[in-house]
């Protein structure tokens, strides 16, 4: 077996271990951070590296190929930009910090784990082990108030789309009597207009909805966000929705673009969580509970672009998974700055932003500009891929429900950016002081987002390539 | 001293507008030969979206006109805005406004186009609402952005639309396609698409209340948005495709039906002003009217009425903007009543906004003049309701003279009133605008023949293959155009003498108009946040026991849904009398515990009743011969049991949640009922199907020869699968100790 291509796991493994043993150490903030941001940084390498590896591992229960690669080298992106955001850290107790990197980083991994099976259970293993990673998470919140509430509704909520996916795949193991995806990809087709396999599918996509928080399975989103601390709601938020998008693809992908049936559920499932989603928040004060309400409209917008079902839909939609780790993470890197001791952010205290911290600022107004789809940012090539692509099915009707989706989000991403460009605080604040290195990555957030809205190409080619190992 | 030089280095940045006129100027001799150059660049090549540039007469006489005035404004905004707390931030999105304005008119792809087009609305967005200490500033910025935003999204679906049919984003390969477009069945859907996202940029009605709201601008702003580039995209993108969309009857119907109650709306809002600048503001609305008016004819006299109107505007327009800032600037006032004699104070303005006005009201000598001649000419030959045309343009022209009057003679004849600062001549950097640009509307009044060769024509022939040429003159000889002009002059006249009178009555009939596209777009704002509220109030209301019903119900609804649709079989039912009576028992059993559940008022009993559904489960799995799977439950079913107890104990009794009589608990006990029928028909009907038995040949072939056992569920435990049970085992025991320490540190 060839444990190289296991590298960027391995490494989080052993960054996983490591603060396993640090957590029953005695608590030392800086050298935790310090540590945790060199394994995040080497993940991040060993992810890059191991970027075009391909193989089989496991007795073929693993695969390691282009497809998951792309995904597990966001992921450790996503995973290093998480953890550099620690660095105070104010929402967890710093007795806790060390379990906290313990649990982003096995997070982490069975993410990966989720982008590379290829078996249903090793699919659910994985699934479960980073959800239950992350029901932790938002219990370590240190305002009690917050973190047992949330976390437990969190897991309730996600217990309940785990029940159910696991009904499915018993019906889909009744049914064609296989659980590895490459026996599925030859027993479904011929199957695919019985309901009792697109019932399979669609409850089986319930765990995975649950992830990426389409509706019904949203309702953990505005309340973990909330209770979350703000780095781990920044991870909920931007990472674990690109482990969904891989492992959505992975299991849409298996229906080859010709059942109906599906297709009819996906689509109504779109176009209720984009629509609740963008009207559920414009009623939000709450930066954070904004945001988890973008977030299901958004799982919307990807849904569009996974149930046309073509190679060029599921780039778009792996395109605006990217899109959407960066966008997010700007927002969130921007809330966990401003908000004053770890604490949630109102969406009126970003008032006069722009003086405090023209940085952060502008991080901010690029990546609402981003969400809100406005050209030239990475938000706008990513929904005009996916439009182009559900023009190409003729799903107009669709684009245009999208469309004004995007409209009517455009108006909240507006309020918010009102508040942080135009609006004067009711009280003078000090000026945000940054870090070099905290500079640094808004800077490269600003890039990314005008950058890769002006030049798409060399991700979209990536991802078009990534999506040809899809079946 | 800081201020000086930063006022020098941002004189200086007008030299940026000034090369790419430069560069425009040398693509005219070209252009007049109908020559048109491409450049292309790859962007998107994956989905057909490239950076396309096409230069020829139409993009070129826009990016003078655009190029032209920016020089001025931005020579005019280092002054009017020295001193401003961003006055870096205001000349970056200035100047990144007018790239993007050029990179709109230049663009030969519909997408780069709509890029162009969004980015030209965001950047008018954050220079709207430059004026941030004004909160009406702040909130009309956002609603421009959000009309005109919308707007270009509705675009966007029909470039979408076109290139799926033509299967290009190219504009200059849009034309030959014209016929199979016009053709399509959902051509009339594409064409409102089209027409929608223009009229909203280009503010016409029912879209127009943006434009006078969005005057909260710095003026300067407004003289260069909202009247000669940002406005005129729309009128752009109307001339780019009506080779490809126009000449039919929906086309130049809805243009001029639009554009004539457009430019009849602005014209009498206008009158009712007392605001300069709101008053300017309902001008431009009146203009663009006529502009997408002659739009919508196919005749060569039609469209060269709105090419040079297009011109005529854009100069008198943006020099009158330009001395209402000077105005404002110097005297502190743009209300009209309070502001007369300027002429002593400030010659230059004076000069500016005498040759805009006069140009504006078409005195002859001036290009105004021409423009209203030809247009006339223009609105006699429309194709569709040409009587209409031509009274919306004379009645328009007529007003627009008396509103001429009132903004050059008013403020600058007449005794000098008391204004809130001394009036004084501007400094140069803002007057050169308006003299210059006023100045400008002469010299092409008096050699139009120039004008028309050098400017009108290719930009006509660009979009309208022409078979006569285009013809300005100064004096057409005696016909009717010029008969309507001496009834206009007649009409402007008579309005200007009666202003006082109606402007007061028409600000009264206004105000009691039913529905206006402003109160609407409110109602439409309060409508949303109402059902926003209403809905985060509905399914986001913090109660657990909400989302998880909701969660169970779509899962049962979805799932029967599908079934009930498109199922061809029917679940077979269990063969009852074949079960042995020990199951018989044991599904009573369950049944009763279920039943205690129910209805129990203490937890722990509920907690003990569950334990019992789940040994009955564990009990069926031994029954059919599966021990190991049998342990396992019993063994989770005690931990679960033990840990769930404790922490139950903790919590408060369950005597004051709802009893069995509330209909919510009804309600919960239907979905239950229903999910569980749900799960048990499906798994009826995926184990009635035939059983893989690929495994079970397996294990009945080997057990015996590789494991020595006959038993072959025993041989699979500590044989074939010994290290899963092994794990199983070391699973269970470690959740087991997690327990025990947890309690253990509790009692501690």
Redesign the interface.
């Known amino acids: 077996m060839n444990w190289i291509l296991l590298t960027p796991e391995l490494t989080l493994l052993l960054a996983a271990a490591l603060f396993l043993v640090l957590a029953c150490l005695k608590p030392d903030p800086r050298r935790d951070y310090q540590l945790a941001v060199s394994m995040a940084a080497l993940t991040v390498a060993a992810g890059i590296a191991c970027a075009t590896m391909s193989g089989d591992l496991f007795n073929h229960v693993y695969r390691v190929d282009l497809f998951s690669q792309v995904f597990k080298a966001l992921l450790s992106i996503g995973f290093f930009l998480v953890i550099f955001l620690c660095d105070d850290f104010q929402g967890v107790a710093p007795t806790h910090h060390g379990e906290g990197y313990f649990l982003l980083a096995v997070c982490t991994l069975s993410m990966m784990m989720l982008a590379s099976a290829v078996h249903l259970l090793a699919i659910v293993l994985a699934l479960e082990l980073s959800s239950y990673s992350l029901y932790i998470l938002v219990f370590l919140r240190r305002d009690s108030r917050w973190g047992m509430i949330t976390g437990l ?1 969190y897991f ?2 996600g217990a ?2 785990s029940a ?1 996916m696991l ?1 499915g795949l ?2 889909i193991y ?2 064609t ?1 296989a659980v590895h995806v490459d026996i599925l990809i030859q027993r479904l087709p011929a199957m695919l207009d019985r ?2 396999v ?2 399979g599918l ?2 089986t996509l ?1 765990g995975f909805f649950f992830k990426l928080a389409v509706f ?2 949203h ?2 989103a ?2 973990a966000y909330q209770g979350a601390p703000n780095p781990v709601a920044a991870f909920i938020a931007a990472v674990s929705k690109v482990a969904a998008v891989a492992i959505l693809l992975r299991i849409i992908s298996l229906a080859q673009g010709n059942s109906d ?1 599906l297709t009819r ?1 996906l689509i109504a499932m779109a176009v209720v969580s984009m629509t ?1 989603g963008n ?6 004060r709450d930066f954070k509970r904004l945001m988890a309400f973008s977030s299901v409209a958004h799982a919307g917008y990807l849904l569009l672009g996974m149930l046309c079902m073509t190679p ?1 839909g599921y780039a778009a939609a792996m395109f605006y998974g990217a899109a959407v780790l960066v966008m997010k993470y700007t927002c969130f890197m921007v809330m966990t700055r401003v908000a004053e001791d770890g604490g949630n952010l109102q969406i009126d205290e970003l008032a006069g932003l722009h003086r405090r911290s023209p940085l952060l600022a502008l991080a901010l107004m690029m990546a609402l ?1 981003s969400l809100g789809g ?3 940012t990475i938000g ?2 990513g929904k ?2 996916i ?2 692509a559900a ?2 099915k003729g799903y ?1 009707v669709l ?2 429900i999208a ?1 004004i989706n ?3 989000s ?2 909240y991403y ?1 309020l918010v950016l ?1 508040a942080a ?4 605080p009711t009280r003078p604040r000090p000026a945000i002081s940054l870090t070099i290195p905290a500079r640094l990555v808004a800077v490269v957030m600003i890039v990314l987002i005008v950058g890769l809205g002006f ?3 060399a991700l ?2 990536l991802v ?1 390539a990534a999506v040809l190992r899809l079946p | 001293m800081q201020r000086t030089e930063s006022i020098i280095f941002a004189r200086l940045t007008a030299l940026l507008p000034l090369a790419i006129f430069a560069g425009l100027c040398s693509r005219v001799p070209a252009a007049v030969g109908g020559g048109a150059i491409f450049f292309s660049w790859d962007w998107i090549p994956g989905i057909g979206v490239n950076l396309d540039v096409a230069v020829d007469g139409l993009s070129v006489l826009f990016g003078l006109i655009i190029t032209g005035t920016g020089v001025f404004v931005v020579l005019f905004s280092a002054d009017y805005m020295a001193g401003h707390r961003y006055y870096v931030r205001f000349f970056a999105f200035l100047h990144l406004f007018l790239l993007s304005m050029i990179g709109l008119v230049l663009a030969d792809n519909l997408i780069t186009l709509f890029v162009f087009w969004e980015l030209t609305t965001v950047l008018s967005y954050l220079l709207i609402g430059f004026d941030n200490k004004n909160e009406s500033a702040r909130s009309h910025a956002r609603q421009a952005l959000l009309v005109t935003g919308a707007g270009g999204l509705v675009l966007l679906i029909g470039f979408l639309m076109i290139g799926g049919i033509v299967d290009t984003y190219r504009i200059s390969a849009l034309a030959e396609q014209a016929r199979l477009l016009q053709r399509q069945t959902n051509y009339l859907f594409i064409l409102a698409m089209v027409l929608i996202g223009a009229f909203t940029k280009s503010a016409q009605f029912p879209f127009h209340f943006w434009l006078p709201n969005a005057m909260a601008a710095p003026t300067p702003i407004s003289a260069f948005l909202h009247s000669a580039t940002m406005v005129k995209a729309g009128i752009y993108l109307l001339a780019r495709f009506h080779p490809v969309l126009g000449g039919t009857e929906a086309w130049m119907g809805t243009l001029v039906g639009v554009g004539g109650v457009t430019a009849l709306l602005g014209a009498i809002l206008a009158v009712g002003q007392s605001d300069l600048k709101r008053m300017l503001a309902y001008t431009t609305i009146m203009a663009l009217g006529i502009l997408v008016m002659f739009l919508g004819g196919k005749t060569t006299p039609a469209l060269t009425a709105a090419v040079t109107f297009l011109l005529v505007h854009s100069l008198y327009k943006s020099a009158l903007f330009l001395v209402v800032g000077i105005i404002d600037h110097e005297t502190g006032t743009r209300q009209i009543e309070s502001i007369g004699g300027l002429i002593r104070s400030m010659p230059m303005t004076t000069f500016g906004a005498a040759t805009a006005a006069m140009s504006m009201a078409g005195f002859p000598l001036f290009l105004g003049f021409i423009g209203k001649e030809i247009m006339y000419a223009g609105a006699l030959t429309e194709e569709m309701f040409p009587a209409f045309a031509t009274t919306a343009a004379v009645l328009s022209n007529a007003l627009m003279a008396a509103i001429a009057g009132i903004i050059a003679i008013r403020p600058f004849l007449g005794p000098p009133r008391q204004t809130p600062r001394a009036p004084h001549e501007a400094p140069i950097g803002m007057w050169l605008g308006p003299a210059t640009i006023g100045a400008l509307g002469l010299v092409f009044g008096i050699f139009p023949d120039w004008v028309g060769r050098w400017l009108i024509q290719p930009a006509v022939s660009a979009f309208h293959p022409t078979v006569e040429p285009v013809q300005l003159k100064l004096f057409h000889g005696f016909n009717e155009p010029l008969l309507l002009s001496f009834l206009t002059m007649g009409l402007g006249l008579g309005l200007y003498l009666v202003r006082r009178s109606i402007r007061g009555w028409l600000a009264d009939r206004m105000a009691r108009l039913p529905v206006t596209g402003d109160r609407l777009y409110e109602m439409g704002m309060a409508a949303t946040a109402r059902t926003a509220a209403g809905l985060t109030r509905f399914i986001q209301n913090g109660s657990l026991h909400r989302y998880l019903l909701t969660i169970i119900g779509v899962f049962t609804l979805a799932t029967a849904g599908i079934w009930a649709l498109n199922a061809t079989t029917r679940p077979g039912l269990l063969h009852l009398p074949s079960l042995p009576l020990a199951q018989w028992l044991l599904v009573t059993l369950m049944a009763a515990a279920l039943g205690v559940v129910v209805v129990a008022r203490s937890r722990v009993l509920a907690v003990c009743a569950l334990g019992v559904i789940g040994s009955g489960a564990a009990l069926i799995f031994l029954v059919y011969g599966a021990p190991d799977l049998a342990l396992t439950q019993l063994l989770v079913e005690t931990l679960t049991l033990i840990i769930v107890a404790i922490v139950l104990l903790r919590l408060p009794s369950l005597d004051k949640t709802a009893g069995l009589h509330s209909p919510g608990r009804w309600f919960d006990a239907l979905v239950a009922v229903g999910v569980g029928t749900l799960v048990a028909a499906l798994t009826l009907a995926v184990t009635g199907g035939p059983l893989d038995r690929q495994l079970t040949d397996f294990f009945e072939q080997n057990s015996a020869i590789a494991a020595h056992g006959r038993n072959i569920v025993n041989v699979i435990l500590v044989d074939f699968r010994s290290l899963d049970t092994l794990g199983e085992l070391v699973v269970v025991a470690t959740a087991g100790l997690a327990g025990f320490s947890l309690l253990a540190r509790r009692r501690r």
Not at chain 1, 421 to 424: G, M
């Open positions: 509704r309730l909520v309940s789309a159910i009904f018993a019906l009744g049914v009597g309901p009792m697109v019932t669609l409850l319930a019904p399975f309702f953990w505005p309340e049936l559920g609740v009207l559920a928040a414009i009623a939000q060029a500009f406005i050209p030239p706008f090539s005009l891929i439009f182009v023009m190409q107009l684009v245009i469309m995007v409209v009517i455009l108006y507006l009102k460009y135009l609006d004067e030049y798409p190409v979209l080619d078009q």
